[in-house]
């Protein structure tokens, strides 16, 4: 069964770390893109970073220098380092696959 399934998320003061993982159950996890995303109450969702199957990366504006995207091809793995963090990151945290394969997502509240 092709699965993702998101892990790490959780309640973290701002100012504060959290690293979220994913784990694909896919074949072949090294020949895909990887991304996260995330979406807060009322807000669209954004993609937040991306990692191709090289380990190019790309982020959103907002997440810039403070979030790190990678990758393990060895456990089917994407992680999100996620440092610095604002009360405007609180989001559900989703993983996908070429866009086309999603996770349930993880919650990651930071407040004080």
């Known amino acids: 069964q092709v699965q993702l399934v998101e892990s790490g998320g959780g309640l973290v003061q701002p100012g504060g770390s959290l690293t979220l993982s994913c784990v694909a159950s896919?074949?072949?996890?090294?020949?895909?893109?990887a991304q996260w995303h995330r979406q807060a109450p009322g807000k669209q969702r954004e993609l937040v970073a991306e990692?191709?199957?090289?380990?190019?990366?790309n982020y959103a504006d907002s997440v810039k220098g403070r979030f790190i995207v990678s990758r393990d091809n060895a456990k089917n793995t994407v992680y999100l380092q996620m440092n610095s963090l604002k009360a405007e990151d609180t989001a559900v945290y989703y993983c996908?696959?070429?866009?086309?394969?999603w996770g349930q997502g993880t919650q990651v509240t930071v407040s004080s």
């Open positions: 896919v074949s072949a996890f090294n020949l895909y893109t």
């Open positions: 990692i191709g199957k090289n380990s190019a990366t």
């Open positions: 996908s696959l070429n866009y086309a394969i």
